[in-house]
C-alpha cells in the first residue's frame, strides 16, 4: 500500500444557491454546484450581510466524513442551527441543508468545539455536539440520527444523564463495526460534588454513554477517568477487536497537564490508564488544544499531541504496538507557532496535518510514514493563506486521501492528497 505524489491544485468545494430554507430539504431534491453567478455574488458579501443561509462560507467550522460507498457528509452551523449535506461527486456539488435541530439552540462550534457526524455500515447517521447553556462554561451533550439517508433528523435529546447546568463539553463520537455508538465527553459533576463536599478537585472527569440499537436508547452514563482537563478536545477510535479507544489531556500529580490513552475491555467496561508521553507541562491553565488519535488495520495506535513544557515544546507522534500499553519515544514536528496536529492511519502508511504559521502566510503542513511511523517523508506544505482559517483535517474514502478545511468566510475545502494503494 503506498500514497501517490501529492497533487499540485486543490478542489475548491463551494455550495452555492440562492434558496434559504428554514425547513428540512431532502438531498435529492436539489443540487447546489459551483458556477452559479448570482450565488457568487451573494457568497463574497461578509458574513454579516449574506441572507443566504444555505451557503456554510459562515460556519467557523465544519465536520466531514464519508460513509462506506464513498458519499462526503458534513455537518455545519449557523444561526443556531446545525446542518448536514451530502456530495456525491467528493464536493463539487452538494445536496440542499438538512436543519437538524429545527428549534435554535446556542451550539458549540469554535476552535476545539465543532459538532461531530458519523455513519454506521447500514447508512445511519449520527451527530454529536455540545449545547451551551447559560452560566459560563457549561453545557449538555446533545444526540440526533437521521435512518433515512440525511432526509430527517431525530429530535435532539440529551446524553448526559445529569439535569444540573454544570459543564457537560468537549464531546467525541465513534461508532463500532456493528453500528455500536459511543459518546465520550468532560464532565464537570464529580468536582461539583467535591466542592459541595469542601473538598478539593483538580480539574473534570471523563464521562461516556453507548447504546447498541443505533441510537434509540443510551446505557446510563459511566465514568472512565477523574482529573481530566477542562477545555481541550478529546479524540476516540475503534480498534480492530472493536472495542473504543478514548485519548486526552489529563491532569497527573503536581498540575502535570500531559496525555492519556484507555482502551475498553468491552462496551461496558473502561480499561487501565496509560501516559501518552512525559512532557511534564505544568499549567494552571487550559491550553486549548487536544490530542488527535488514529488506529491503523494493524492494530498500531497512532497519536499527536502539543505541548509547551520547558523541556517539550511544540508538536509531537508516537505510536504503540501493545494496545497503548506503551508508545515509542515521542517524534518532535513543525516549526515554530506549529499546533493543532491531525492523524490519519491505513495499513503501513501514517499521515499527519497541522496549522503553522512562518510570519506572514498560515500554512497547513503534511508529513507521512509509510512504514507505520518508524521513519518520516520530509514536511510539505499543502496549503497557504494570509488569513486564520479552521483546524485541518484528514478524512478518506476508501481510495483517495483528502484534506478537509475551511477557510475564513469560504465554503468549505476538500484537497485530494493521493491515492491509497
Known amino acids: 500500500m503506498k500514497v501517490t505524489a501529492l497533487f499540485s491544485s486543490s478542489v475548491i468545494l463551494a455550495l452555492l444557491s440562492a434558496c434559504a430554507c428554514e425547513t428540512p430539504v431532502q438531498p435529492e431534491i436539489a443540487m447546489a454546484k459551483h458556477g452559479n453567478n448570482a450565488a457568487v455574488v451573494e457568497s463574497k458579501k461578509p458574513c454579516y450581510e449574506t441572507v443566504d443561509l444555505t451557503t456554510n462560507k459562515c460556519s467557523e467550522t465544519i465536520t466531514a466524513t464519508f460513509d462506506h460507498k464513498g458519499v462526503l457528509w458534513i455537518a455545519w452551523v449557523r444561526n443556531e442551527h446545525i446542518y448536514v449535506q451530502s456530495s456525491n461527486d467528493k464536493g463539487i456539488s452538494f445536496s440542499l ?32 455536539w455540545t449545547l451551551k447553556l447559560e452560566p459560563r462554561y ?7 440520527r437521521s435512518s433515512d439517508g440525511g432526509k430527517h433528523f ?4 440529551t446524553v448526559n444523564n445529569d439535569s444540573a447546568m454544570i459543564s457537560h463539553r468537549f464531546d467525541t463520537l465513534a461508532i463500532g463495526k456493528q453500528g455500536e455508538i459511543f459518546i465520550a465527553w468532560l464532565d464537570a459533576r464529580d468536582f461539583e460534588a467535591a466542592k459541595k463536599a469542601g473538598q478539593p478537585y483538580e480539574g473534570t472527569s471523563l464521562y461516556y454513554a453507548w447504546s447498541n440499537d443505533g441510537g434509540q436508547h443510551f446505557y ?20 480492530p477487536d472493536n472495542t473504543p479507544v478514548i485519548f486526552w489531556r489529563h491532569i497527573f500529580e503536581g498540575g502535570i497537564r500531559d496525555h492519556a490513552l484507555v482502551k475498553f ?31 491503523s488495520d494493524n492494530g498500531i495506535f497512532h497519536s499527536v499531541w502539543f505541548s509547551n513544557s520547558e523541556t517539550s515544546q511544540g508538536l509531537f507522534y508516537a505510536h504503540s504496538k501493545d494496545q497503548g500499553r506503551h508508545f515509542s519515544k515521542p517524534k518532535p514536528f513543525g516549526e515554530a507557532g506549529a499546533g493543532h496536529p491531525h492523524v490519519l492511519a491505513f495499513g503501513a502508511h501514517v499521515n499527519i496535518v497541522w496549522q503553522e504559521y512562518d510570519g506572514q502566510h498560515n500554512l497547513i ?12 517523508l520530509p514536511s510539505v506544505t499543502i496549503f497557504k493563506t494570509t488569513e486564520q482559517g479552521d483546524q485541518p483535517f484528514l478524512i478518506n474514502d476508501g481510495t483517495m486521501l483528502y484534506l478537509s478545511w475551511k477557510g475564513p468566510q469560504q465554503n468549505y475545502q476538500l484537497k485530494p492528497l493521493g491515492l491509497l494503494n
Open 154 to 157: 431525530t429530535s435532539p435529546m
Open 138 to 144: 457549561t453545557g449538555y451533550i446533545r444526540f440526533s
Open 365 to 376: 503542513k503534511l508529513m507521512q510514514s509509510v512504514d507505520n511511523g518508524n521513519t518520516w
Open 97 to 128: 441543508p438538512v436543519i437538524v435541530n429545527p428549534i435554535a439552540e446556542k451550539v458549540e462550534a469554535k476552535g476545539e468545539y465543532r459538532p461531530k457526524i458519523k455513519l454506521d455500515r447500514q447508512g445511519n447517521i449520527f451527530l454529536t
Open 220 to 239: 446510563p452514563n459511566n465514568r472512565i477517568a477523574t482529573h481530566t482537563c477542562q477545555c481541550c478536545r478529546l479524540d476516540s477510535a475503534i480498534a
Open 265 to 295: 475491555y468491552d462496551w461496558k467496561t473502561p480499561g487501565d490508564t496509560f501516559r501518552v508521553g512525559q512532557d511534564n507541562w505544568k499549567i494552571e491553565a487550559c491550553p486549548h488544544h487536544g490530542p488527535a488519535l488514529s488506529i
